[in-house]
């Protein structure tokens, strides 16, 4: 068994766009679940599993809630609903906003680091606020892998500079590296 078993990554304004070109470089087989919370407008039904489903090699879906995590599959928190982790399963929550979002990049993460401490690679991409900034700094304080976009290939950097500043993050990357980072990361480990 290798030495990750999943990969969140927050994002939000111009996160889309960065996971159209993340997602279709992650390999089929990925042998983990990725978590992924993108701020939402929360009056409106998203399309986003359905756009990201068309460029990408794994299955792409909304999380439901209770539902099991599986290896190979992207699941991403509906709008207007916390996302986390815990014992296998995704639990979703309409508790209180945090950051003034819901879903929480900082929830999801901090649930990550709770239940899969140094398993886990926490990433950051584009967005103008700061929130996932306590969450990286979570998953790197219990021992996990930490990624932020850099701030040429991101539409908006607030967000991967206010993870950056904490000191919790191992590795800034161009949105093109962040892919083949993460697929090395599982894989080296895998084969260890």
Known sequence: MGQFDIVAIGASAGGINAMEILLPDLPPDLPVPIVIVQHLDPR?????????????NLQVKEAADD????????????PNKHMLVGDGKISLATTAFVHFSRPSVDLLFESVA???????IGVIL?????DGAMGIKAIKEKGGTTIAQD??????WGMP???????GVDFVLSIWEIAPAITTLI????RG
């Open 126 to 130: 584009s967005d103008t606020g700061h």
């Open 44 to 56: 409106h039904k998203s399309l986003m599993a359905e756009i990201l489903q068309r460029r990408s």
């Open 161 to 167: 500079q206010a993870a950056i500043s904490t000191g």
């Open 67 to 78: 539902e099991a995590l599986r290896p190979s599959v992207v699941y991403i928190a509906p």
């Open 114 to 120: 709770a239940t899969y401490a140094e398993r886990s």
């Open 151 to 156: 701030e040429r290939s991101s539409e908006h």
């Open 187 to 190: 894989r080296e480990d895998t």
